[in-house]
């Protein structure tokens, strides 16, 4: 069983640190420091993120995102054909990103997170995932005002996005993580997706996985958990008719069990988050099993999100005992 993060964490500090980062964006968009000045405070923090973490128990790291403005703009911004548009409400939480806006054709120009990543790579200290927008995600969230079908749009960020992991799988990265969440609110959508899931994975010898999140996946299974991917991140917090649908995974695959509110300052219970994990891994083997919080913890306090990933790790450790 492994105990992981699903992407992002909280880039201000907890109470009474500084908010260096905040700062120095700050000070680089006032034209008062550099680049580079920028992107060794941007490292500092990671490696307090990744730190964190391992502090916390988890097992598998993320490196938070920490230098990316959100998951829509990272990727944008260094595909041709997008040019990015004001700030606009991300579903129904209370964070905003700069909307891409698709003008032409879509390709990759070259690796967008590998220096990222490698950097974390080197500074974790327990193994690291890169996380990867996924393609329908990123269509959904766009503008398209340069293509005439919103299919054609998805297939060509799709072989995109593929060559980005492709990239980052010469990394020797352990697993890459893909985040699909659109795809629970366009559900009538599924075979598009299905096909864009084939090309995005296409020649991936990596471990995959594929999250979702704000929902469950009633209506999609079994033909979900059918997708070229190594393992499914579910929402049980906000998903939670996905728990009756496990019993659908195949033989072989595994499950992301989203089981702490990433958005809630709320506590769980963790005698509640034992019998949960101890209730599943009777379906789909605990080897077989992350656990992990229901989205990214970019919603909470810094402190709440580490208190919550100590509980989350602590239930782990708990139900491998009596498992």
């Given at each position: 069983m492994?105990?992981?993060?699903?992407?992002?964490?909280?880039?201000?500090?907890?109470?009474?640190?500084?908010?260096?980062?905040?700062?120095?964006?700050?000070k680089f968009?006032?034209?008062?420091?550099?680049?580079?000045?920028?992107?060794?405070?941007?490292?500092?923090?990671?490696?307090?993120?990744?730190?964190?973490q391992?502090?916390?128990?988890?097992?598998?790291?993320?490196?938070?995102?920490?230098?990316?403005?959100?998951?829509?703009?990272?990727?944008?911004?260094?595909?041709?054909?997008?040019?990015?548009?004001?700030?606009?409400?991300?579903?129904?939480?209370?964070?905003?990103?700069r909307?891409?806006?698709?003008?032409?054709?879509?390709?990759?120009?070259?690796?967008i997170?590998?220096?990222?990543?490698?950097?974390?790579?080197?500074?974790?200290?327990?193994?690291?995932?890169?996380?990867?927008?996924?393609?329908?995600?990123?269509?959904?969230?766009?503008?398209?005002?340069?293509?005439?079908?919103?299919?054609?749009?998805?297939?060509?960020?799709?072989s995109?996005?593929?060559?980005?992991?492709l990239?980052?799988?010469?990394?020797?990265?352990?697993?890459?993580?893909?985040?699909?969440?659109?795809?629970?609110?366009?559900?009538?959508?599924?075979?598009?997706?299905?096909?864009?899931?084939?090309?995005?994975?296409?020649?991936?010898?990596?471990?995959?996985?594929l999250?979702?999140?704000?929902?469950?996946?009633?209506?999609?299974?079994p033909?979900?958990?059918?997708?070229?991917?190594?393992?499914f991140?579910l929402?049980?917090?906000?998903?939670?008719?996905?728990?009756?649908?496990?019993?659908?995974?195949?033989?072989?695959?595994?499950?992301?069990?989203?089981?702490?509110?990433?958005?809630?300052?709320?506590?769980?219970?963790?005698?509640?988050?034992?019998?949960?994990?101890k209730?599943?891994?009777?379906?789909?083997?605990?080897?077989?099993?992350?656990?992990?919080?229901?989205?990214?913890?970019?919603?909470?306090?810094?402190?709440?999100?580490?208190?919550?990933?100590?509980?989350?790790?602590?239930a782990?450790r708990?139900?491998?005992?009596?498992?």
């Open positions: 492994i105990a992981t993060a699903v992407g992002n964490y909280p880039k201000t500090p907890a109470p009474p640190g500084e908010p260096k980062l905040r700062r120095a964006i700050a968009e006032r034209g008062e420091i550099d680049r580079g000045e920028l992107e060794r405070v941007e490292g500092e923090v990671t490696k307090d993120v990744l730190a964190e391992v502090k916390a128990g988890l097992d598998l790291l993320t490196d938070g995102q920490i230098r990316w403005e959100d998951g829509q703009t990272y990727f944008a911004r260094k595909l041709s054909g997008f040019s990015i548009d004001g700030l606009i409400r991300y579903f129904d939480t209370n964070t905003y990103y909307q891409p806006v698709v003008k032409g054709k879509v390709k990759w120009k070259g690796p997170g590998l220096k990222d990543y490698r950097f974390a790579q080197k500074e974790g200290e327990r193994p690291v995932k890169p996380v990867i927008t996924g393609p329908y995600t990123l269509a959904r969230l766009s503008q398209n005002r340069g293509y005439h079908s919103f299919e054609e749009l998805v297939m060509d960020l799709a995109a996005l593929n060559q980005e992991a990239s980052l799988q010469e990394a020797d990265s352990p697993w890459i993580q893909f985040d699909e969440p659109a795809i629970l609110k366009h559900k009538e959508d599924f075979p598009l997706f299905e096909r864009a899931m084939e090309i995005l994975t296409s020649g991936l010898r990596v471990k995959t996985s999250y979702t999140w704000f929902g469950d996946i009633e209506g999609l299974s033909r979900f958990f059918q997708l070229p991917f190594d393992l991140g929402d049980l917090v906000r998903g939670q008719r996905s728990l009756k649908l496990i019993d659908e995974v195949p033989k072989g695959k595994g499950l992301g069990l989203g089981i702490v509110d990433a958005r809630n300052t709320k506590l769980e219970s963790e005698r509640e988050l034992v019998e949960l994990i209730r599943v891994s009777q379906i789909v083997p605990p080897e077989r099993l992350h656990i992990n919080p229901s989205c990214g913890l970019e919603y909470l306090p810094r402190e709440r999100t580490y208190q919550k990933l100590v509980l989350m790790a602590q782990v708990q139900a491998e005992e009596v498992i």
